[in-house]
């Protein structure tokens, strides 16, 4: 024997919790980094909130090295449970401390709305308490749309990318727990690479937005903020009337545009920056149905627009629908404009829109074409299967064939967001909202759109008529949505608690 | 460094997660998608699906980038195939397990290197090497050799009949200088020893010393040297063949094998060793074939259990030396602590090798290997690092490590707390599992 295999003797725990509560300090450490962008926009323009922001910075920073620097771990190591439960515990933890700012500034929310406001920022569903953004603090709206920025593209994915000591294989858990999608792509060998590949492509998109916002009619501060509630296809605005508020085709056209490569895979887009050329994002069977139900969609709005007799500019019939069918199937919710007045079937089909949402991979929510493209090939196979019950056909995505397992896994993820969507929206029943207004909102939370009830009529105002209940309620479904139902329902079962 | 396998079988898996724990960037490769799916959900590393053997594959996992090239799969032309395409399109070092004896010669090599094969493992060939030296020095359980034998580590189980049982070690050092125990294992713990831990029977004690002195420890660990004549081997495995071809003259070899068919075609392969048709697990089989008159027992079965077990039994029936092959990873702690003289591993002995590569090629890593928990590193004193400042025992060493020797002009010798370590030296450090890149900061 020259040589044997290191096999760890020390004992392995049931869930390693001093190791979970280190990792969660450098976490909260990293926020605290975060925390001093909207500082310094208060120190810029002078504002008072900042010391609201001093103090949040101060305690979760003082909170992050206590946890990591005071907690000893005598065994390292992380496995499934751990990496499950550290996901979901981020983003509830990060929730509470980014809520901290809006209650300590110059326009105090309750508990309930900032955390309602900072878990729907973090999962980029752009659900706001606020009714008047504008006359909101500088630093407040610069923090509102930082954490749809680093929700998007994941909070996890980003410490992968700068802390070294999660390149392990907790690191692998924690990455599947929280990258959307069914299977989860490797960029490169190792899961730092990937992670950082995939935040350098966003940074990247992000600062090209950034830069072309800025040359048409936007402002430094609203073309940041912009960027990063467009890219993350989170939806915060600067603005009451969001995108509207500059009335600029120029605005929508490259809000369009980035919104729609929002809604795109990144591993693909990482891999046409690294010199793959652009056939190989159409020869992607995700992004083709992506395509084709973007334009189907768009022929279906334009003939209902006209048939409505809305017609009235080139761009009513050009630049809105399409703006409003990515703003929608990418689960962005901003909004450039009046779409009520299209009819009930423009209504429906983004409903429609909002269920499949865009690409596994991307930054946006909903159930992802993946699936939907997964459900209609088994589909059209038992139909198949119905005529020829001896024949073998097998599901096969971009020329891969996908096992059965993998089908199934998919077709239950489905069922259960249905399942989660009824379920939601008859609890909120029980808080005494109206049933087309609970199921809406519950619908527009776990997709992570955050279209506000004002959208079917409810007082015409946003998410902050609700009772207290029924916003955490929603948080909890927001969080659920955005970590694709099994990360979060996975510590609801008895399996994960019992040794 | 940049490491591409080719083959996601027992020593490519291993081999994969072994170089992912050690932050390489590791990338393989197989045709079987659920084996590559449960590799890859709980390792830091890339998979990719498809056959070895194709220019696109290859390209795709970036093969004409990398640093290693290493193709494992369990045949040896589609290994040698895969290393010299992936040469061809830009892999600057490539490797391949083979199953043939003919290809190791140094006659063949040029052969191979136009090919593109720069290195060449056969992994049943160097089990049987280590099968010979363990007859022939059939007291110790573990020998390694460190800077080309100038420093030996020899693990030695000791039993209640040796001299230094119950000895504290500074006792041990007071009395024998020409020794440093760097590792005691222990049951499943491996301890780095301080002067007041006692020797206690059954350890399983790691001597570092020079090869001048090691015979000196026969007799301290009331050991004996046997002379190992007559051999019985369990099983006309590939090793079993290998063994045959490397030392029949030396050995009187038996083979007892189970399958017919396999007896049939034995006597072709090995023609110099007794084939017997029978099953080596019931007893009489063994005592008919002389069981008792043996010096050395090899089993070399598919089964672990089978080999444990039945070197048990010809250890209880008096045979002096026991080896057993035991592929299954988690049984070699187990079997290590039961009466088995020498366990072998294909696997480990196949990647401990291809580590051995690695290692002329990266010299930022200096693992050369693992005892069960502790590690052990040959490192070059860089001028100026810490060790260096003064004598070993004013520099407050951290715990769980101990330097076991040093190689100065190239000439071996063990360190006491009163040597002074100089630029230049190669150190031997053991350490326990994971500490090691702490301690090759002292060194830098």
């Known amino acids: ?499 | 460094m940049k490491i591409v396998i080719a083959g996601a079988g027992e020593v490519g898996s291993h081999l994969a997660r072994l170089l992912s724990r050690e932050k390489q960037d590791v990338i393989l490769i197989d045709n079987n998608a659920e084996r590559l799916a449960i590799l890859d959900a709980d390792n830091n590393l890339m998979t990719l699906k498809g056959r070895p053997i194709s220019f696109k594959t290859q390209k795709s996992s970036g093969a004409d980038q990398c640093d290693l090239f290493i193709a494992v799969t369990p045949d040896e032309t589609q290994n040698v195939l895969a290393c010299s395409m992936a040469k061809s399109i830009g892999a600057k070092k490539t490797l391949a397990r083979i199953d043939n004896y003919e290809f190791l010669d140094s006659n063949n090599r040029d052969y191979f290197m136009r090919l593109g094969v720069n290195s060449l493992i056969y992994p049943e060939y160097l089990a049987a090497h280590e099968i010979i030296t363990a007859l022939h020095r059939n007291w110790v359980r573990h020998w390694f050799e460190i800077h080309d034998g100038k420093l030996i580590i020899v693990g030695v189980k000791v039993r209640d009949n040796a001299k230094i049982i119950g000895m504290q070690l500074k006792e041990f050092a007071m009395v024998e200088h020409n020794f440093h125990v760097a590792a005691i294992k222990r049951r499943h713990d491996t301890i780095i020893p301080r002067g007041d831990d006692r020797i206690l029977p059954n350890d399983i004690l790691y001597f570092v010393c020079t090869p001048e002195h090691v015979n000196e420890l026969i007799d301290l660990c009331g050991k004996q040297q046997h002379r190992i004549r007559r051999v019985l081997v369990m099983g006309g495995s590939r090793i079993a063949i290998c063994l045959s071809a490397l030392a029949s003259d030396e050995f009187k070899i038996k083979l007892i094998e189970n399958d017919m068919s396999k007896c049939r075609s034995l006597p072709e392969t090995c023609p110099q060793c007794d084939i017997v048709h029978g099953d080596a697990r019931d007893i009489d089989t063994l005592r008919e074939e002389g069981i008792m008159d043996t010096d050395a027992f090899i089993a070399l079965s598919d089964s672990s259990e089978t080999n444990i077990l039945t070197c048990l039994t010809a250890k209880e029936l008096g045979v002096k030396k026991t080896i057993a092959e035991v592929e299954d990873l988690q049984f070699i702690s187990e079997a290590e602590n039961l009466n088995i003289g020498t366990i072998i591993n294909k696997k480990l002995i196949a990647s401990s090798s291809i580590f051995q590569i690695l290692l002329d090629a990266d010299t930022g890593s200096s693992k050369c290997l693992a005892l069960a928990d502790a590690e052990v590193a040959e490192i070059e004193v860089r001028p100026k690092s810490k060790i260096t400042r003064g004598p070993v025992r004013s520099l407050d060493l951290p715990y769980g490590m101990t330097i076991a020797g040093l190689i100065r002009n190239n000439q071996g010798m063990l360190v006491t707390g009163n040597t002074v370590i100089e630029p230049g030296d190669y150190v031997v450090v053991f350490c326990l599992g994971g500490a090691l890149h702490k301690i090759e900061k002292l060194f830098k």
């Open chain 1, 1 to 499: 024997m020259s040589e044997q295999m290191h096999i760890p003797r020390t004992k392995r725990v049931f869930i390693n919790l001093p190791m979970l509560l280190r990792v969660l300090g450098w976490l909260l450490m990293i926020e605290a980094a975060f925390m001093l962008v909207p500082t310094l926009t208060c120190a810029i323009y002078q504002e008072p909130d900042i010391k609201a922001f001093l103090i949040t910075t101060a305690i979760t920073l003082a909170t992050g090295i206590g946890m990591t620097f005071g907690i000893r771990t005598y065994n390292t190591s992380m496995g499934k449970r751990e990496g499950f439960l550290l996901t979901s515990l981020v983003w509830v933890v990060f929730s509470f401390f980014g809520m901290i700012p809006y209650i300590l500034c110059s326009n105090p929310l309750t508990i309930t709305d900032a955390f309602f406001e900072t878990m729907s920022g973090f999962t980029t569903t752009g659900a706001t308490v606020y009714l008047n953004v504008e006359e909101l603090s500088h630093g407040i709206n610069m923090w509102r749309c930082l954490t749809q920025w680093l929700g998007g593209m994941g909070i996890i994915l980003f410490t992968l990318a700068v802390l070294p000591m999660l390149n392990s294989s907790g690191g692998i858990q924690m990455f599947n727990a929280e990258v959307t999608g069914i299977t989860h792509e490797k960029l490169r060998p190792r899961i730092s690479q990937t992670a950082k590949g995939l935040w350098g492509v966003y940074g990247m998109l992000s600062l090209i937005l950034c830069v072309l916002l800025w040359i048409g009619p936007l402002n430094f501060f609203d073309s940041i903020c912009h960027a990063f509630s467009t890219m993350s296809t989170g939806g915060f605005s600067t603005r009451n009337n969001s995108i509207a508020y500059w009335d600029s085709n120029y605005v929508k056209i490259i809000t369009t545009i980035f919104m729609f490569l929002g809604g795109v895979n990144f591993s693909l887009l990482y891999k046409i920056c690294h010199g793959e050329g652009l056939k190989s994002l159409f020869r992607n069977d995700t992004f083709r149905a992506y395509l084709k139900i973007v334009s189907l969609t768009f022929v279906a709005f334009v003939i209902a627009i006209v048939a409505n007799g809305q017609a009235h500019t080139v761009a009513d019939v050009t630049i809105d629908p399409l703006f409003q069918i990515i703003t929608t199937i990418t689960s962005t919710g901003l909004t450039a404009s009046n779409f009520e007045s299209w009819g009930p079937f423009v209504l429906a089909l983004l409903f429609l829109l909002m269920f499949f949402g865009a690409c596994a991979g991307s930054t946006s929510g909903g159930a992802k074409i993946d699936r939907i493209l997964y459900l209609l090939k088994n589909t059209s196979n038992e139909l198949y299967r119905s005529i020829h019950p001896n024949a073998i056909r097998s599901v096969r995505i971009n020329s891969m064939i996908m096992s059965p397992e993998t089908v199934n896994r998919v077709i239950a993820f489905l069922c259960i967001y249905v399942i989660i969507v009824a379920a939601g929206g008859i609890m909120l029943t029980a808080f005494g909202l109206p049933i087309v207004d609970s199921f809406f909102s519950v619908f527009s939370c776990v997709s992570n759109v955050g279209l506000g009830t004002g959208v079917t009529g409810y007082s015409g105002y946003g998410f902050e008529v609700l009772p207290d209940i029924a916003k955490w309620v929603l948080s909890v479904f927001m969080l659920i949505g955005r970590l694709e139902l099994f990360t979060v329902l996975i510590l609801f079962t008895p399996a994960f608690w019992s040794k």
